[in-house]
């Protein structure tokens, strides 16, 4: 061979035009990993090693009379070769060159792309389920329309929702839709014999779980594996349905698709398990407005970590109201026989509590604003959904006695709460609830008032904003809401003009 070919910065093979290799380069040599002064004589499907189509091998079935250009992966090689089969005269030359790296390019856009156009797909769809959780009332009307807008898609084989049975620690399944197949009936199944399936996992945690492939991961029950291996599923997501610290139940979607569920997709899932919770929550809470009967349960607290119970060991300290917020809660707390500027610095020196200020000072009594983090007693009961009736704490202990719907589980509720903090559950009835003018006038207003408007009245009235002399200037109570001036004016005069209208409407 001349010099040229032994130089040449491509690879190149010499070969018979029934495929008999006459030579191989250095530059050949080493793309196909071979001792090039030994191929000489073999045939050109020894030389190549195999790919999936083996087309080089193939091209030498017949003697090659024009030109072809193949692109394959070798696996022995971990590489892609694009091979230009030439026949001339009375030979063939066979040019390789290593395009791996653009492979590997144009596999990462190609599943960027996939990934781009599977998250529009999936937003497009989140946001069409939580516009039409709006309007869902209850838990069944929740979980039906959740499953209907996942489950019936081009993207998601099926989706089933579940929620746990009051007083246990069981799964029932309260939706599913989609082409749900055998896998579906063997997840019923595994929930019914309380096996730990990934939805079960969810909910425990309180953290979306992913598992792909779903055929070989064994934390998931063997039955299950095996459907989804007959059904074609390899990707499974499971969203819990949280609202602050409380998990009501979970979401599955499962697909055909590999690596289904990338991180953006999973962040867009995380925020529709929250805004189904916050649904889940909100349902609870009319059936609790709506209830003629409610749940009656006493709390005697005596931890000494609870920022409340703590400070109330020289002054009395009773909460006159709670407005929940993103994070925790403002609390407005009625100090007696105490100081409430030593109260207030009692509070400085903890960590728990975010922020605090004196609204009134009478010298042994006044009003005090406090910011808690949901970890709070008072806290993690507002993030669970029960209504606060009273909290009064003294001598380091406290009482606080909450409400809540007939029909929830207030087991848990007792347990998840006496788990986090020293307080035991003193008293539990259910009472009929009294029905009053006053009552119906709230219930009435608060269905017409938004959230952000009711919060800014109540947040507003607590913070003595109405009194004259004024407790709170408009620019402390928009800071305590996390709002503009204009904005908080904006909220009270429109729940100012709907409070007169729903009081002025029973006199006309």
């Not at 792309?113 to 769809?125: E, G, K, M, Q, Y």
């Not at 986090?420 to 009835?429: F, G, L, P, Q, S």
Request: hydrophobic share 40%; charged share 30%; glycine share 8%.
């Amino acid at each position: 061979m001349d010099d040229r070919f032994e130089r040449a910065p491509v690879g190149m093979v010499e070969s018979d035009p029934d495929g008999t290799v006459r030579a191989v380069n250095p530059a050949a040599a080493d793309l196909l990993d071979l001792d090039g002064s030994a191929v000489a004589g073999e045939p050109v499907g020894a030389v190549f090693p195999d790919s999936v189509e083996a087309t080089v091998p193939r091209a030498f079935d017949t003697p090659p009379e024009e030109e072809r250009a193949v692109e394959e992966y070798y696996p022995d090689l971990e590489a892609w070769l694009a091979v230009t089969v030439v026949p001339h005269g009375d030979g063939v030359t066979l040019y390789l060159r290593d395009v791996t790296d653009r492979k590997r390019t144009e596999r990462t856009l190609a599943e960027r792309d996939a990934d781009l156009n599977r998250v529009t797909i999936s937003n497009r769809l989140i946001a069409d389920v939580l516009a039409e959780l709006v309007d869902a009332s209850d838990r069944e009307t929740i979980a039906a329309t959740i499953c209907e807008r996942l489950g019936r898609t081009d993207i998601y084989e099926f989706a089933w929702v579940g929620e746990r049975d009051l007083g246990t620690d069981e799964i029932v399944v309260r939706a599913s839709a989609g082409e749900t197949g055998r896998t579906f009936e063997r997840i019923e199944a595994s929930v019914e014999r309380g096996a730990d399936v990934p939805e079960r996992r969810a909910i425990e945690t309180g953290e979306p779980t992913v598992v792909q492939p779903i055929g070989a991961d064994e934390s998931v029950p063997e039955p299950v594996r095996r459907a989804a291996f007959a059904d074609g599923l390899q990707s499974l997501l499971a969203i819990p349905l949280t609202y602050g610290a409380s998990v009501y139940g979970v979401v599955g979607v499962y697909t055909t698709d590999q690596d289904a569920f990338s991180e953006r997709e999973r962040e867009s899932f995380g925020t529709l398990g929250e805004m189904a919770g916050f649904a889940v929550n909100a349902a609870r809470n009319r059936t609790l407005l709506q209830s003629d009967s409610v749940v009656e349960l006493t709390l005697s607290v005596t931890d000494g970590d609870e920022p409340l119970v703590a400070a109330a060991g020289d002054a009395e300290l009773s909460v006159d109201g709670v407005v929940p917020q993103a994070d925790g809660l403002r609390c407005y707390l009625a100090v007696r026989d105490g100081d409430p500027e030593a109260v207030a610095g009692s509070f400085d020196d903890r960590n728990a509590v975010r922020s605090v200020r004196v609204i009134d000072d009478h010298g042994d009594a006044g009003t005090l604003e406090l910011a808690l983090p949901e970890e709070t007693l008072l806290g993690r009961l507002t993030s669970l959904g029960v209504t606060v009736e009273s909290a009064t704490f003294a001598d380091g202990e406290g009482e606080v006695v909450v409400e809540l719907p007939p029909d929830e589980d207030v087991r848990r509720i007792a347990e998840t709460v006496t788990r986090a903090h020293d307080a035991t559950v003193t008293a539990k009835r259910e009472r009929e609830r009294e029905v009053t003018t006053a009552r119906e006038f709230r219930d009435a207003l608060s269905d017409r008032l938004t959230d952000r408007q009711e919060n800014a009245l109540r947040t507003a009235y607590y913070a003595n904003y109405f009194e004259s002399p004024r407790g709170s200037s408009a620019a402390e109570v928009a800071e305590a809401l996390d709002i503009t001036g204009p904005t908080l004016l904006h909220h009270l005069r429109a729940g100012q003009s709907k409070l007169l209208a729903e009081f002025l409407a029973d006199e006309d």
